[in-house]
Every structure is written in structure tokens, then in C-alpha cells.
């Protein structure tokens, strides 16, 4: 593979999840459009990929998602009544979400996991490298990770996974690593990938969370994925094959973020992200840092 392929143009965002852990507020709307004070979870995600310079985006999606699409549109009636009302301020808010980037949709079908769903991006992602964002997690924007996974994969041509340290009876959530150290201090290289383990069985606390900047060959790879655990293709599966097997796909390392992230999908995380985001807001910071003192003295 040429160094020109390690160039990465295009971020793939899947999100045909249910939403099952936000019901019954998400039986109508996905939960990628749950707003984090007034913006969706989801703007936030694509607000990510296009500070990291990817604006070719493509989401995956299923069925009950075109309020996704719809968010990322034009609403012609709603920017002439704001503009003939001299509302600039929330003009521009509704604009911006339409202006972000180029964005794609394809439906995955059958809902077979994250594997499956990536796989469903071959066709747009061409011959390079490319990057997955999950849709539910939330990087906070003055932690960035995917511009160090960006640098790493054009400097090494390995695949580079984000990988996070939590409590270790926690792991049983994630995809976890077995790492060795690099000269980097956040960089590491994977030697083994297990999802989901039991606490005892983890190797690490070294959890896989959702950014990933994956080679082309990870496609074939994970066509080539048995159904693993739940029955779905994992990802996780697909690139503990590349560690294996660093001459089909190349290696695989990963970045150890010590940023803020929220799991959107949890409904607590989500309660923290909305307060973390709110409170270093101008516009309702400090009336929030006041209600927050107060009622801490309630409780």
C-alpha cells in the first residue's frame, strides 16, 4: 500500500442502533437526536470527524432514522421565517448543521453488528483508509483523540483503535486490550483483543472505545468474520484477526485517551455529559454552576 492510502478523507458513523436503554423516549426518535442541552447527540459526533478534517461522511442507518437526515438538511420555511425576523443568532444554528459536511446515508439491513455495519461502507470508502465514529459516544471537544489517530496511521499504516483505562469491574462492557509500550507515551501496540470479557478473564483495563481508523483491508477481513458474540460480526473480532495477521492488514495500536467522553447510551452518562456541556456554557454557565451549588445542598 502506497503512504497516499494512509490519507484519511472519509469517516463512517454507524447508527442503526434501537436505542433500546433510552425507551420510550426513542420509540420515535433515534437516540442519536436526544439533544445534549440544544444540540443532538449526533451534530456533536459529525462536528468531531470535520474538525479532524474528514467532511465525507457516511452514516449507517435503519429503519424510524430519517429525523438524521432531516436534521442535516435545509428547512427553507424555518430559515425565511428566522431571517425575516432578524433572529441571526438561531439562523446561523439552524444553517450550520446543514453546512457541516457532505453527508451520506446507506441502510444496513439486517441488523448483524458493528462489523456489519461497517462493512456496509466498503462501496463508499473506496481504496484508503477511513475512520469510524460511533454515533452515541461523545468526545468532548477540548479533549481530542482522532487527530493523534489520524497522525499515528499516517506515520505507521497500522490500524489504530482509542483506548481508554476504567475500573476494572467495568471491562465486562467493552472490548478490552492487551497492549505492549511504545516510545509514545499514549501510544501503545495491541497484542490481543477479547469483547466483552468476564472481569477475571480481562487482560487489561483497557477499554476499546468508539473511534477507529481502520485500513481497506479491514473489509475483506470482515467479510470473512464469523458471527461472534450476541451472534453479531464484531469488529472487535475483525481486528483482533489483524493483530494476528499484521502482513494482511497491518498491525493494530492504539491511543490511550485521559480525555472527557461521554457514553450517550447510558442514560447517567448522558445526565453527565448534558451537565459538564451546560456548565462551561456562556450563555448558562453560571446560572447553572449556581442551581448546581444549591442543590447540592438538598440532596
Avoid at 85 to 107: C, M, N, P, W
Wanted: with cysteine; glycine share 8%; hydrophobic share 40%.
Amino acid at each position: 500500500m502506497t503512504q497516499g492510502h494512509f490519507e484519511v478523507t472519509k469517516a463512517v458513523i454507524p447508527v442503526a442502533g434501537l436505542g433500546t436503554r433510552f425507551l420510550p423516549a426513542t420509540k420515535a426518535m433515534p437516540k442519536e437526536m436526544l439533544p445534549i442541552v440544544d444540540k443532538p447527540v449526533i451534530q456533536y459526533v459529525v462536528e468531531e470527524a470535520v474538525s479532524s478534517g474528514l467532511s465525507d461522511i457516511l452514516m449507517i442507518t435503519g429503519r424510524n432514522k430519517n429525523t438524521l437526515e432531516n436534521h442535516f438538511d435545509r428547512v427553507a420555511e424555518l430559515e425565511q421565517v428566522l431571517a425575516s425576523k432578524g433572529d441571526e443568532k438561531k439562523l446561523f444554528s439552524v444553517q450550520e448543521s446543514s453546512q457541516l459536511a457532505d453527508i451520506h446515508y446507506t441502510r444496513q439491513g439486517d441488523p448483524r453488528g458493528l462489523g456489519h455495519a461497517v462493512m456496509r461502507a466498503q462501496s463508499h470508502v473506496g481504496e484508503h483508509s477511513f475512520a469510524v465514529l460511533l454515533g452515541d459516544d461523545v468526545i468532548d471537544t477540548r479533549d481530542p483523540i482522532l487527530p493523534r489517530m489520524l497522525e499515528v496511521h499516517r506515520e505507521t499504516g497500522d490500524n489504530v483503535i482509542a483506548l481508554m483505562v476504567v475500573p476494572k469491574d467495568q471491562i465486562y462492557l467493552y472490548g478490552c486490550a492487551s497492549v505492549d509500550a511504545t516510545s509514545d507515551k499514549d501510544v501503545v501496540i495491541v497484542n490481543g483483543l477479547v469483547e466483552k470479557p468476564k472481569t477475571e478473564d480481562a487482560p487489561s483495563n483497557l477499554a476499546v472505545i468508539g473511534r477507529y481508523v481502520l485500513r481497506n483491508e479491514m473489509f475483506e477481513i470482515l467479510k470473512n468474520t464469523k458471527p461472534g458474540r450476541g451472534g453479531e460480526i464484531q469488529l472487535t473480532d475483525a481486528l483482533e484477526y489483524a493483530v494476528e495477521h499484521p502482513a494482511v492488514a497491518g498491525g493494530v495500536r492504539g491511543v490511550v485517551f485521559e480525555g472527557r467522553r461521554y457514553d450517550t447510551g447510558d442514560k447517567l452518562d448522558f445526565i453527565k455529559a448534558t451537565l459538564r456541556i451546560a456548565i462551561d456554557r456562556e450563555d448558562i454557565g453560571s446560572d447553572l454552576r449556581a442551581f448546581i451549588k444549591d442543590f447540592s445542598k438538598e440532596i
